[in-house]
């Protein structure tokens, strides 16, 4: 049987060391910690955060520290006999108890700051937040639920920067084309659902995280105390771009954002009435292209040709150069039960109008038909 | 490999046996075989079922072989009191395990029925669930109209128990097979009996009477599936409560049809004079096994029938 | 329980014969050390898979933007990873470790059930079989996370998951088949004079975990099943438009999900147990209490599984129990290190390999304990979950946990397995490069995930770049030290010193009493359980 001398005491003692004034380090270095945030919420759930932190910082020092000081001095190349004791009652009620109490004494602020997130009553506006596989949409809902306008807010980054052929941005993968503007001082309750897979809404500065689940509905709620953009990504593994889909809030002040609101309001009416207007195939093939590349390339891919067996071509696929109605019917209601998405809820059929056509006629297919939004309406009404 | 003489002081070890390893192999080419079919009919083709069934034959040929060995074994007097008990608690905790798998499903019904059902149709905790993404949904159980009725088609009927005046005439299918199983787990006891009392003639009767009921549950069973899809609409597509009502009442009688197998089994060494008072373990775990099934039954007949 | 146990060593009419020659030695051997030692190499070899992929994980994050893989990959790598790691690694080597010495640490002939035992065994290699071959098929393999939450996993996976749900219950009946055995080795076949509460601890948490087995293993059957009739057979479980609910999967994934981490952590107690005292030179202390903690980890592991699920909007009494459940679970828990390190105090210590292994095992545990408690803290999970912070939580119980003790149970046991000492400076350099290699690499996840970093991501936002490429250095490091490790054991067990048949001077237990390397038959006559060996 070997003995070793352990000349690597000293080692371990300042490996622990190092463990431990990293974890203290936490505390000082805000880059390596949890944001504090700008909610009041956020701050409590901060502040529970230091303190269970803290108490095992402690418990480890007292414990580690035992364990370290007999490593030391019990041990056989000191000549250290062993004792021969192997209980203690009491020690042994007291290390139950006092764990115990510290622990109790960490439920009753977690318990009370979880009752406060839990009160999502007496909220100003309200917004449904819909998780799309890789994209958020925000509706703003009237008080009987009724949304009044909505939009698709999706990853802006260009794809360039993925593949590392163009220099990444401050904001790389954390911004978005349009992102969901809220007032400030305001309690904003948001209503969480999702349309295909589970995702998960969260905005570290607000404290708050919660699922959105396909067919049922979650409540949250905030009130941000600081004009700002405040970034988070979606943290439910949703498939392929799961990575790729942030959430990104600008909180505005209540002038600004009531400016932002009444615009919103106006386009939403332009927008309604494009549907009834009869565009060149110029312009459908110029706008088509635009509503592609904010929502289908991410699977059908920018040339088209998608990333067959799971995403399936386009170029001289037999829906985009077969039957128009039913290449329109195809991108209205999805194809349930894939990705393919119901793009009816999402896009109006002035943009339905001009991303079939679009994908009529680009990568060298060439039906020898237009496609207007009242064709788009027709099938729609049709079904 | 026989042993030259047997002492009842040692536990026997078997040296070695391909047996293992070939169920291993049967086991994987049958599941293998079984995804392959359902892959492929859901892609549209037709599907084969070659695989599976090799896969089936290889596994059920090599137990055959298997416990005969064993049974072999026990006869040259191999097997003492000890291993016998190893086997004991090896089938009770067998049993238990199923007990889990059984719960996975009463559980799941629990959970629709208690909360999800609720949610969806805008009770309880997460009323706004309903309120707001299923307002023309309600929640009621059975659940006849589901929240998006296009997709999943309700069922027109239900098998909720009428009640129990109705039970009678015409006899409620239920009813009557829970008639049936309990029936049979008297009668399988009264078998067990029998081997105490060596009484080789009132064996095979009990036992007989046993499977007849068994058999007669399950011609009641597919009778009843036959109802529901072709009379009462009810499906396994049916939303939650087809899904539930299938799983529950499928796997049980997946179970049954698997206990009665056993027992034929048991009812055909019974006729070659196998069971002795102290040594009769293989018809005690098939017995177990079915008194498992028939109480598997009173549940399921209380929470997916009655309540 | 009967205390009268009239246990008899046994022989069968081969046993002045060893084994077999050639691969039937392997393929049909009812013998529990031969079953044991296929279950430690099949775990180590499903090891260098998982890490593997755990290393394509780590190359691709080693710097933002996509370097090598395609986002759709990267997704089954990680699930990969952690289905390997979890059901291929872990329980495999505890199984393994379990075959080999419980039947000696009881004083039994061999496991109760010995051709059932080679069923387990081989049920593995054919699960999966199936589940690495998904990774070639069309569409992809498995890419929902270990987890595979529905409908993820149901209306919108490749069509491979089909093969990969039947692995899952191949898995099932291997892990149901080989707790019976040991239930049944433990309660059936001990020695007279073991009785319960003189087993070693290792026997008393594995008895223990086999219930927890027994009780979880058949749900996720259930629960894959469920899966399998949502995409086959038109079901709507996980379909809230038919009356389900997608949650509902979760609560029955995690029912079984969390007292599987405990599976992969009560045997590792069970191991420390054993090594710590013997080169402390003293009896483990507070041996009864070890016993009831590890009791009442196993009892609340039941209650506390929804806390994996603090997001998905349960209602407030949900969140509230969950999270008092899961606190509790910090108590006995302590008690174990409590127990362990009054174990060392005033002892007579060594630092063997062994030793260093279960040292920096009660160290590196406790710290993902207690990430574990700042995660149980409902309020702050809402901050935790889903990033790296959670990441690196369970790594440091599993890996510097689950896979430090198992390497620690293999230096420790090796001579009595093969009858030939390791070399001590290798085992040593092997320690510290692995102990510095798997601080690298998971303590800095702690950081990414608090700064924001969700998990389960190809790529990420340019704050989080520093963190990750310390993390898949070490992960490098780390990788490289268990292929070392490989090199050690062969080196062992081909050119090691002779062991002596107590090995360690302060080892107590029947398994020492036996040669090195123990006999292909161990107790052929029932031993008489002295005081000293027993309760070790
Ligand atoms: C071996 C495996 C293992 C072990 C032992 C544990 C142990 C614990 N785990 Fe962990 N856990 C996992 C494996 C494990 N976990 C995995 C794999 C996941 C992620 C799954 C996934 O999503 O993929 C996870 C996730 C996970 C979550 C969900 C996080 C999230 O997704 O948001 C939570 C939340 O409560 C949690 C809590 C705990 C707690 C409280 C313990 C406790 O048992 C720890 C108790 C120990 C101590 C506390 C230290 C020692 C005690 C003392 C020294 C006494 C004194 C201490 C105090 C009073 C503070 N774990
Ligand atoms: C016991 C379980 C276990 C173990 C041991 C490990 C070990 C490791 N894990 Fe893993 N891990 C999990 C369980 C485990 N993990 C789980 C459950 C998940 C969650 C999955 C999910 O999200 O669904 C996860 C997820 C996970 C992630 C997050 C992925 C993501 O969210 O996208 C990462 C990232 O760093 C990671 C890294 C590592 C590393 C570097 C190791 C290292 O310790 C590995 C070290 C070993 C090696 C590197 C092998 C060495 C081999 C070679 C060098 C090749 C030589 C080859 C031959 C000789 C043939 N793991
Ligand atoms: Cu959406 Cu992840
Ligand atoms: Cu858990």
Redesign the pocket.
């Given at each position: 049987m070997r003995v070793n001398k352990l000349n690597a005491a000293g080692w371990r003692r300042a490996a622990l060391g190092a463990l431990l004034m990293a974890a203290a380090g936490l505390a000082s270095a805000d880059e390596l910690n949890m944001p504090v945030g700008v909610t009041e919420i956020s701050r409590s759930v901060y502040d529970l955060h230091m303190i269970i932190l803290w108490v095992c910082v402690v418990i480890g020092i007292v414990v580690f520290g035992a364990m370290f000081w007999s490593i030391i001095h019990h041990r056989r190349s000191q000549g250290h006999e062993a004792a021969q004791f192997h209980e203690n009652t009491r020690l042994e009620i007291a290390w139950t108890i006092v764990p115990t109490i510290i622990l109790i004494a960490m439920a009753v602020p977690a318990t009370s700051t979880l009752i406060k997130m839990y009160d999502t009553g007496g909220e100003d506006m309200t917004v449904e937040v819909r998780g799309y596989q890789w994209k958020w949409q925000y509706k703003y809902l009237d008080e009987d639920y009724q949304s009044t306008f909505g939009f698709m807010s999706t990853l802006a980054t260009p794809q360039d920067e993925f593949y590392n052929r163009s220099a990444k941005g401050e904001h790389y993968l954390l911004e978005v084309d349009e992102p969901l503007r809220i007032p400030i001082n305001k309690k904003v309750r948001f209503l969480l659902t999702s349309e295909d897979v589970i995702h998960a809404w969260w905005v570290p500065d607000f404290g708050i995280k919660r699922d959105a689940v396909p067919g049922i509905l979650n409540e949250l709620w905030t009130i941000v105390e600081e004009p700002g953009v405040y970034r988070g990504q979606c943290t439910e593994?949703c498939g392929k771009d799961h990575g790729f889909m942030p959430v990104v809030v600008q909180a505005m002040e209540q002038e600004d954002f009531d400016a932002w609101y009444a615009t919103k309001l106006k386009e939403e009416q332009e927008r309604k009435a494009l549907e009834s207007m009869v565009f060149t195939t110029d312009e459908l093939m110029a706008r088509g292209e635009e509503v592609y590349t904010k929502n289908c390339v991410s699977c059908h891919q920018a040339n088209g040709q998608g990333v067959p067996p799971v995403f399936p071509s386009l170029v001289g696929s037999p829906v985009a150069t077969g039957d128009r109605d039913a290449h329109i019917r195809m991108v209205l209601n999805g194809v349930p039960g894939t990705s393919m998405q119901a793009f009816g809820a999402q896009l109006s059929k002035a943009e339905i109008a001009a991303v079939v056509h679009y994908e009529r006629h680009a990568w060298g297919n060439n039906a020898e038909d237009i496609t207007q939004p009242v064709d788009v309406a027709n099938v729609e009404a049709g079904q | 490999m026989a042993n030259a003489k047997a002492d009842p002081s040692i536990y026997f070890v078997p040296h070695n046996g391909w047996y293992p390893v070939v169920v291993a192999l049967g086991a994987m080419l049958m599941v293998t075989g079984f995804g392959s079919y359902l892959n492929d009919v859901k892609g549209g083709g037709d599907g084969s079922w070659v695989q599976f069934y090799t896969g089936l034959t290889i596994l059920a040929v090599t137990l055959f072989f298997w416990f005969a060995k064993v049974i072999e074994e026990n006869s040259q007097g191999l097997a003492n009191a000890q291993l016998k008990r190893s086997y004991v608690w090896g089938m009770g905790w067998f049993i238990f395990s199923e007990v889990m798998f059984f719960a996975a499903f009463f559980g799941a019904l629990f959970y629709a029925r208690v909360f999800a059902v609720s949610w969806l149709g805008g009770e309880g905790g997460k009323a706004m669930t309903g309120d707001y993404l299923w307002p023309d949904f309600s929640a009621e159980w059975p659940v006849m109209q589901n929240p998006d009725n296009a997709l999943f088609q309700g069922p027109d009927q239900s098998m909720a128990s009428p009640g129990i005046a109705n039970w009678f005439a015409p006899v409620y299918l239920p009813f009557l097979n829970t008639v049936l199983l309990l029936a049979s787990s008297v009668t399988v006891h009264f078998a067990h009996t029998a081997i105490k009392n060596q009484d080789r003639t009132k064996l095979i009767t009990w036992l007989g009477i046993t499977l007849v009921l068994g058999f007669a549950f399950l011609f009641f069973q597919v009778e009843e599936y036959i109802h529901a899809y072709q009379e009462l609409g009810l499906t396994l597509s049916s939303g939650i409560y087809g899904s539930t009502f299938y799983i529950l009442t499928g796997f049980h009688g997946f179970h049954v049809t698997m206990g009665a197998f056993i027992l034929t089994i048991q009812f055909f060494r019974a006729l070659k004079g196998h069971f002795k008072p102290d040594d009769c373990f293989g018809f005690e775990a098939a017995s177990w096994y079915w008194h498992f099934v028939d109480v598997v039954w009173v549940c399921l007949f209380i929470f997916v029938y009655i309540l | 329980m009967s205390e009268v146990v009239e246990t008899h060593a046994g022989h069968d009419d081969h046993d002045h014969h060893g084994p077999d020659k050639g691969l039937a030695r392997w393929l049909f051997t009812t013998n529990h050390k031969d079953i044991g030692t296929l279950y430690l190499w099949f775990s180590f070899a499903m090891?260098?898979?998982?890490?593997?992929m755990?290393?394509v994980?780590?190359a691709e994050?080693f710097e933002p933007g996509l370097q090598f893989v395609a986002p759709e990959f990267?997704?089954q790598?990680?699930?990969n990873?952690?289905?390997i790691?979890?059901f291929g690694?872990?329980m495999p080597a505890f199984v393994g470790l379990a075959n080999w010495l419980i039947p000696m640490m009881v004083g039994a002939p061999d496991m109760a059930l010995p051709r059932m035992n080679n069923l387990s065994f081989w049920i593995l290699p054919f699960a999966f079989g199936i589940m690495i071959s998904t990774l070639f098929m069309e569409g992809g393999g498995p890419n929902f996370?270990?987890?595979f939450y529905a409908p993820l996993s149901t209306t919108y996976a490749p069509d491979s998951v089909t093969y990969f749900i039947f692995a899952v219950h191949l898995m099932g009946a291997s892990s149901i088949m080989g707790s019976i055995n040991v239930i049944a080795t433990i309660l059936n076949m001990r020695a007279p004079g073991m009785t319960l509460m003189k087993m070693p601890l290792f026997v008393w948490t594995w008895l223990i975990t086999a219930y927890l087995l027994l009780a979880v293993m058949p749900v996720l059957a259930g629960v894959v099943t469920m899966m399998l009739f949502d995409i086959h057979f038109g079901t709507s479980f996980f379909n809230a438009a038919g009356g389900g609910d997608p949650v509902m999967f979760q609560h029955i994934f995690w029912f079984f999900g969390h007292p599987e981490v405990y599976i992969?952590i009560l045997p590792a107690f069970g191991v420390v147990s054993q090594i710590i005292p013997t080169f402390a030179r003293k009896p483990l202390f507070g041996y009864d209490s070890m016993v009831y903690a590890v009791a009442s980890i196993a009892f609340l592991s039941f209650i506390v599984w929804a806390h994996h699920m603090f997001t998905v909007g349960m209602p407030l009494a949900g969140q509230l129990f969950f999270m008092y459940a899961t606190m509790l679970i910090a108590v006995p828990t302590g008690v174990k290190v409590f127990n362990w390190i009054s174990t060392m105090w005033r002892g007579s210590m060594t630092f063997e390999t062994p030793m260093l292994f279960a040292i920096a095992f009660v160290i590196l545990f406790t710290i993902g304990g207690f990430s574990g408690l700042m995660l149980a803290i409902t309020p702050a999970d809402y901050q935790y979950h889903d990033t790296?912070f959670v990441?690196a939580h369970?790594?440091y119980v599993?890996?510097p946990g689950?896979?430090f003790s198992i390497i620690a149970a293999v230096y420790y046991w090796l001579p009595k397995w093969c009858g030939r000492m390791y070399d001590e400076t290798l085992g040593k350099i092997h320690f510290w490069l692995s102990f510095i290699?798997?601080n690298v690499?998971?303590f800095p996840?702690h950081f990414s995930g608090l700064a924001g970093m969700?998990?389960?991501?190809?790529d990420y936002a340019l704050q989080f770049a520093d963190f990750n490429m310390l993390?898949?250095i070490?992960?490098?490091i780390?990788?490289?030290s268990?292929?070392f490790f490989?090199f050690v054991v062969i080196h062992a067990i081909t050119r090691g010193k002779k062991a002596t048949d107590r090995v360690w001077d302060g080892a107590h237990g029947l398994e020492w009493t036996l040669p090195s390397p123990a006999p292909y038959h161990s107790f052929t006559h029932p031993p008489k359980v002295s005081d000293a060996e027993a309760h070790s």
């Open positions: 593994l | - | 090891f260098l898979i998982g890490g593997m755990a290393l994980i780590r994050l990267f997704n790598m990680t699930t990873h952690g289905l790691m979890v690694a872990v996370g270990w987890t992969m790296y990441v369970f790594h599993l890996v689950a896979i290699g798997v690499t998971f996840q969700p998990r389960r991501i190809p993390s898949s070490g992960a490098f780390f990788g490289f268990q292929v490989m």
